[in-house]
């Protein structure tokens, strides 16, 4: 007999529900709370651990539905618009750690967006953008065109067709600094490739040596060329 005075097929009802009550607050309370929701979510019960690995993390769990035979709504022209400002977002942060820009720092940005729904709704969304990118709000703008000021001394990044964003240099590095750093970073590489260079120009090292370390420091140093060309040619660009 069950707690509340039910026979055992009802107390068994009784825990389904409320399973699945629980389960369902999970899913539905992750996106706010999601390591909280995502630990009391594993002492639910549930199936088997099987192929679908999903089954076992709320995050990649379903989102509920009033009825699982109908697939869930979803409107194309917000998702591509997310996905855009996801790769807006994605290139300002990569381009930040190409230029090894401090954390803290907060740039300059010009985005370019033809004039549409998608620039309405990037404005929309700037705020997010800001604190995303680590952008300075107030040297954040959406432009339907790129002008020639805008080019002028920035980076330039291609997010989708149409979509760009420029990132003036002066924001991103210090010139004096980043021409001594990438300076010393190419005497150093030099030294290592001469060095590694003239190991393989001995011929006891290269008849001698196992074939796979042969292999490895000639792969070693087409690497350290390679990054001994783009650190050349941002010194360049400088």
């Known amino acids: 007999e069950g707690a509340g005075g039910g026979g055992a097929e009802e107390s068994k009802a009784a825990r389904r529900v409320l399973v699945y009550v629980l389960d369902t607050s999970m899913r539905l309370l992750h996106p706010y709370m999601p390591y909280v929701t995502e630990k009391l979510w594993h002492h639910l019960p549930r199936a088997a651990k099987g192929e679908e690995q999903a089954n076992h993390s709320l995050m990649l769990a379903d989102w509920p539905q009033m009825d699982d035979s109908v697939p869930l709504v979803t409107d194309p022209d917000v998702v591509s618009t997310f996905e855009c400002f996801q790769?807006?977002?994605?290139?300002?942060?990569?381009?930040?750690?190409?230029?090894?820009?401090?954390?803290?720092?907060?740039?300059?940005?010009?985005?370019?967006?033809?004039?549409?729904?998608?620039?309405?709704?990037?404005?929309?969304?700037?705020?997010?953008?800001?604190?995303?990118?680590?952008?300075?709000?107030?040297?954040?703008?959406?432009?339907?065109?790129?002008?020639?000021?805008?080019?002028?001394?920035?980076?330039?990044?291609?997010?989708?067709?149409?979509?760009?964003?420029?990132?003036?240099?002066?924001?991103?590095?210090?010139?004096?600094?980043?021409?001594?750093?990438?300076?010393?970073?190419?005497?150093?590489?030099?030294?290592?490739?001469?060095?590694?260079?003239?190991?393989?120009?001995?011929?006891g090292f290269v008849d001698k040596a196992p074939a796979a370390i042969v292999e490895k420091a000639r792969s070693e140093l087409a690497e350290m060329e390679d990054q001994l060309s783009k650190v050349t040619a941002s010194l360049e660009a400088l």
């Open 87 to 203: 790769a807006l977002t994605r290139s300002i942060r990569n381009a930040r750690a190409e230029y090894n820009v401090e954390p803290g720092k907060r740039i300059s940005a010009v985005v370019v967006v033809p004039s549409g729904n998608l620039k309405d709704e990037i404005e929309k969304e700037l705020k997010s953008l800001v604190v995303l990118a680590r952008l300075d709000p107030e040297q954040v703008k959406v432009v339907d065109e790129a002008r020639s000021e805008h080019k002028v001394d920035a980076v330039q990044l291609v997010v989708q067709d149409g979509v760009e964003v420029y990132l003036p240099l002066s924001g991103l590095i210090d010139p004096v600094k980043e021409r001594a750093r990438l300076e010393k970073k190419s005497k150093n590489m030099t030294k290592e490739i001469e060095k590694l260079s003239s190991r393989l120009n001995s011929k």
